[in-house]
Every structure is written in C-alpha cells, then in structure tokens.
C-alpha cells in the first residue's frame, strides 16, 4: 500500500513563494520515483517536477523552471517541492505522484497519487 500525503498549499501573492510537503515510506520513496504534478480547474493534470529513481535526477516542466525546486529528505521519507516567484498560472491543485516505470513527464505513468494541496496564487 502506497500512501502518499501532500501539505504545505495555500493562498500566496503574485511574486511569493511556498513549499510543498509529500510524506510517504521509506519503501515508497526507495522503490518510486516520485514527482509533482498539477490540476487546474477545466485543464488536465500535467506533470510539473519529477526525481529519478535514486533521486540523483531531476526533472522539470518548462513552465517552472528556475523557479520550483524538487527535493527530498531520505531520512525522513519526505519529498519536497519549493516555488518560488509564483505566478497566477500556477494556480491548481498539486500532487504528489510516485511510479515504478516509464518517463517522468507522461502523468498516465504514475501509478500512485495523493489527495493532493491546493495552491491559490493572487495577482
């Protein structure tokens, strides 16, 4: 069983930041790779950051470049997503994927999500 659990949302101003949490297990964040992703409200679910598998890896969307960092804290089990300079547009609810195969940017190849935060960016 696979669980996953994202905090960290909330209501922030054009130009602020916000760190994003994903708690899971050990074996969860060892045996996945593991990634955010996003829903706008009326869009699809796209793919935003990913790490490999090992984490040595990361991967990120054009659109967030330079200004979201993924990361995470083996000890803790924790995955991390750190934005920064966000923008109206990054409005949606973010989750936190994990997934045994395939490429980090095709969201129909994680096989785990959670319940997901929901960012609110204020222009």
């Known amino acids: 069983q696979v669980q996953l659990v994202e905090s960290g949302g909330g209501l922030v101003q054009a130009g602020g930041s916000l760190r994003l949490s994903c708690a899971t297990s050990e074996r969860t964040v060892n045996i996945y790779a593991m990634a955010w992703l996003r829903q706008a409200p009326g869009k699809e679910r796209e793919f935003v950051a990913g790490?490999?598998?090992?984490?040595?890896?990361?991967y990120y969307a054009t659109s967030v470049k330079g200004r979201f960092t993924i990361s995470r804290d083996n000890a803790k089990n924790m995955v991390y997503l750190q934005m920064n300079s966000l923008k109206p547009e990054d409005t949606a609810r973010y989750y936190c994927g994990a997934r045994r195969r395939g490429s980090p940017w095709s969201v129909n190849d994680y096989d785990y999500w959670g319940q997901g935060t929901q960012v609110t960016v204020s222009s």
């Open positions: 790490l490999s598998w090992g984490g040595e890896s990361t």
